[in-house]
């Protein structure tokens, strides 16, 4: 079983920056795609950001590009995403997903490229 865990969210101001952080239970992967989805109320699931499985192509939503970085620490075996000149817009439950699969995988924005998700951590902009 591959546990996905959030942390690093809360309130901010706007402006602000925040670093969200998802650590994956299984070492045994040393190289895995991943990404970033969020969901505000009443709207869509929508796909932030991506990182393919060499850490060499990544993708960002148009809403998000020029503020936010995703990144990789395959040591750790964790996913970052660095948030940055925050934006009300921009609350919403944030969401980490992985595909794990032995071989190269591309990433992207649709979640169905991802077979493990985390439980989401709430980010929220106050204006």
């Known amino acids: 079983q591959v546990q996905l865990t959030e942390s690093g969210g809360g309130s901010v101001q706007a402006g602000g920056s925040r670093r969200l952080s998802c650590a994956i239970s299984?070492?045994?992967?040393?190289?895995?795609?991943a990404a970033w989805f969020r969901q505000a109320p009443g709207k869509e699931r929508e796909g932030v950001a991506s990182?393919?499985?060499?850490?060499?192509?990544?993708e960002y939503a148009d809403s998000v590009k020029g503020r936010f970085t995703i990144s990789q620490d395959y040591d750790k075996v964790t996913l970052y995403l660095e948030m940055n000149s925050l934006k009300a817009e921009d609350s919403a439950m944030y969401y980490c997903?992985?595909?794990?699969?032995?071989?190269?995988?591309?990433?992207?924005?649709?979640?169905?490229?991802?077979?493990?998700w985390g439980q989401g951590t709430q980010v929220t902009v106050s204006s």
């Open positions: 299984k070492r045994t992967y040393r190289k895995y795609c």
């Open positions: 997903a992985a595909g794990i699969t032995g071989s190269y995988c591309p990433g992207g924005l649709n979640s169905y490229e991802y077979f493990y």
């Open positions: 990182i393919d499985s060499e850490g060499n192509t990544k």
